[in-house]
């Protein structure tokens, strides 16, 4: 288990604190937003989950690389992750469907990364000091000049991602003759897609920014907002297009930033969490039915609570047990509702699959 690039890389976060380790991936320098997952597999789905675009993923999982990678195991066409940072990193792999090591999967991808670092002692710092931005580098070693680098990269809170990851051309996926569906591309992750399209929805996938009044040329059915990078209180465009589907009264399921969309339409503000959810065991309570679900999860901002119990229009379906944040929202007198955690849990238990199901019966 030997690493093709060995030299030495640095860790840098934005409150001065330096982490020294090995380089990983590619060999070069790049900024990003520090945060951490914990889940215990399916790191090729995280790294290509387009909602990371623009930050660097610690795994709290000690061993990264050991089943390779493998095409169909991708969310996106690429990586979307700025950085990785892993404790042991293996080059060596063991899987016989894997087609190709991780070292390699990255540097093709020019994604810089970080091993041999204690991961325990960095996320418990920045779940202590909260998210912050941070800098990856193996051809920078000294700090003040690495500094300089750190400094210009933005701050998640207020950057539009989504018109960054999305499709530039509509395109259409699934079975002619099934429900309409308009897919609105703000990031979205393909299993989402895998899971309507198994499920008989003729769906037609949007670029972000596309006009309401373009999609409704189609004649869809009903509409869903997808997953994606960014902060949504900035994302004006896609706010207006929530409204415009509510006020038609189509059928419409959001997940995770297309969630927080939804809360942004009715007048319900989103926060920048302290630290996100980002893993695969996040319990969660359905208000509804009174069940819990082990949710798969990956968010930095979460809607403000109060606003939704000050809200005639808007209902909370479902709470995380953890700290209480909301997890789902449904609309009163509308075919409406959302969940900011992932129920096509790509990785991560199926709990939570029964939503898209619910998306039918609502629209039949
Ligand atoms: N997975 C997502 O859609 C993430 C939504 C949003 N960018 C957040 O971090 O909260």
């Known amino acids: 288990m030997k690493y093709i690039n060995k030299t030495d890389a640095v860790l840098l976060l934005e409150d001065g604190t330096v982490f020294r380790g090995k ?25 290509t989950d387009p909602s990371y675009y623009g930050q660097i993923m610690v795994n709290t999982n000690a061993h990264i690389g050991n089943y390779g990678t ?16 892993i404790n042991s990193f293996s080059e060596n792999f063991s899987r016989f469907t894997a087609d190709g090591s991780l070292q390699s999967y990255l540097e093709q991808h020019q994604i810089p990364g970080i091993c041999d670092v204690d991961t325990r002692s960095i996320v418990r710092h920045i779940r202590d000091k909260g998210t912050m931005n941070c800098i990856i580098s193996s051809e920078i070693h000294d700090i003040s000049e690495l500094q300089k680098h750190l400094d210009e990269v933005p701050s998640m809170e207020g950057l539009e991602l989504s018109s960054k990851v999305s499709v530039t051309e509509p395109y259409e996926i699934g079975e002619p003759g099934g429900i309409k569906l308009v897919v609105m591309d703000y990031g979205i992750k393909t299993s989402i897609l895998n899971q309507l399209a198994g499920r008989g929805f003729h769906c037609k996938v949007y670029p972000a920014k596309t006009k309401f009044e373009e ?8 509409y869903f907002l997808s997953n994606g990078p960014g902060d ?10 929530a409204k415009q589907i509510i006020d038609s009264d189509k059928p419409l399921f959001g997940i995770c930033l297309g969630h927080q969309l939804i809360a942004k339409a009715n007048g319900i503000g989103t926060y920048k969490m302290h ?27 979460s809607v403000v609570s109060e606003d939704v119990d000050k809200s005639e229009l808007v209902e909370i379906t479902h709470i995380n047990l953890n700290d209480n944040t909301v997890e789902g929202l449904k609309m009163r007198n509308k075919k409406v509702f959302s969940v900011q955690y992932h129920p096509e849990s790509s990785p991560g238990p199926h709990d939570s699959r029964y939503l898209f199901d619910q998306f039918i019966s609502l629209i039949n």
Request: glycine share 16%.
């Open 275 to 301: 630290n996100g959810h980002r893993g695969l065991n996040q319990p969660v309570k359905n208000l509804l039915t009174g069940k819990g679900e082990i949710t798969s999860q990956n968010h930095g901002f």
């Open 232 to 241: 949504p209180a900035v994302m004006d465009y896609a706010i207006e297009t």
């Open 215 to 222: 999609t409704e040329k189609w004649e869809p059915n009903a």
């Open 70 to 85: 493998m095409i169909d195991e991708t969310e996106s066409g690429s990586p979307k992750i700025f950085g990785v940072v």
């Open 23 to 47: 380089s990983i991936g590619f060999h070069g320098t790049r900024g990003g937003e520090i945060c951490f997952n914990t889940g215990m597999t399916g790191y090729q789905e995280v790294y």
